[in-house]
Nanobody, 123 residues
Framework: QVQLVESGGGLVQAGGSLRLSCAAS????????MGWFRQAPGKEREFVAA????????AYADSVKGRFTISRDNAKKTLYLQMNNLKPEDTAVYYC????????????????WGQGTQVTVSS
């Protein structure tokens, strides 16, 4: 079983930056694809960004393109999300996830999920 733990969330003013981290433990594999999702109150969970095992291919939601950057350090079994120019609409609980699929395209292809970390952006 794989365990994922997010950290780095907090309160930030609009226009500020945060870096989220996700540490993996347990029966992990370095070839897992990984991603970030978020969920705001009253809204469904939505895709934010994804990265394949080699880190040469990434994908982003249109709402965060140009502002967020996903990366990974396979040696440290850690996933990152650098968030710049944050907006109030970015406020949500952010979750990291891992997939046994080589190139997952939908959320149900992610098999392991963290508990989430709160990000709040104030005006």
């Amino acid at each position: 079983q794989v365990q994922l733990v997010e950290s780095g969330g907090g309160l930030v003013q609009a226009g500020g930056s945060l870096r989220l981290s996700c540490a993996a433990s347990g029966r992990t594999a370095s070839n897992y694809a990984m991603g970030w999702f978020r969920q705001a109150p009253g809204k469904e969970r939505e895709f934010v960004a994804a990265i394949i095992w080699s880190a040469v291919s990434t994908a982003y939601a249109d709402s965060v393109k140009g502002r967020f950057t996903i990366s990974r350090d396979n040696a440290k079994k850690t996933l990152y999300l650098q968030m710049n120019n944050l907006k109030p609409e970015d406020t949500a609980v952010y979750y990291c996830a891992a997939s046994r699929a080589s190139r997952p395209t939908v959320s149900n292809e992610y098999h392991y999920w963290g508990q989430g970390t709160q990000v709040t952006v104030s005006s």
